[in-house]
């Protein structure tokens, strides 16, 4: 029927289950992220750790509109 899959006959509920479990213990699984070396970051935070934490990603002075052009590692923007 409607509610079996066409291949292996199992209720669509159940692998819908095993699909969300998955997934799941997926996003726990440490990973490294290429840009700056971390290691150990879930990979279901991995997007935030790019985008906020990763010291290695380009960032721009908060001052550049009063003209200030530094551009660089966000690890550096401090010092800058």
Same mark, same amino acid.
């Given at each position: 029927?409607?509610?079996?899959?066409? #291949?292996?006959?199992?209720? =669509?509920?159940? =692998?819908?289950?095993?699909?969300?479990?998955?997934?799941?213990? =997926?996003?726990? =699984?440490?990973?490294?992220?290429?840009?700056?070396? !971390?290691?150990?970051?879930?990979?279901? #935070?991995?997007?935030?750790? !790019?985008?906020?934490?990763?010291?290695?990603?380009?960032?721009?002075?908060?001052?550049?509109?009063?003209?200030?052009?530094? !551009?660089?590692?966000?690890? !550096?923007?401090?010092?800058?």
């Amino acid at each position: 029927g409607g509610n079996s899959c066409p #291949t292996c006959r199992q209720p =669509l509920s159940a =692998l819908v289950s095993a699909d969300i479990t998955v997934q799941s213990a =997926l996003g726990r =699984l440490p990973v490294k992220c290429s840009k700056c070396g !971390e290691t150990g970051i879930r990979r279901d #935070t991995f997007d935030n750790h !790019e985008q906020y934490t990763c010291a290695a990603r380009r960032a721009i002075c908060p001052a550049a509109d009063l003209m200030c052009q530094w !551009e660089g590692p966000r690890a !550096e923007l401090n010092a800058h």
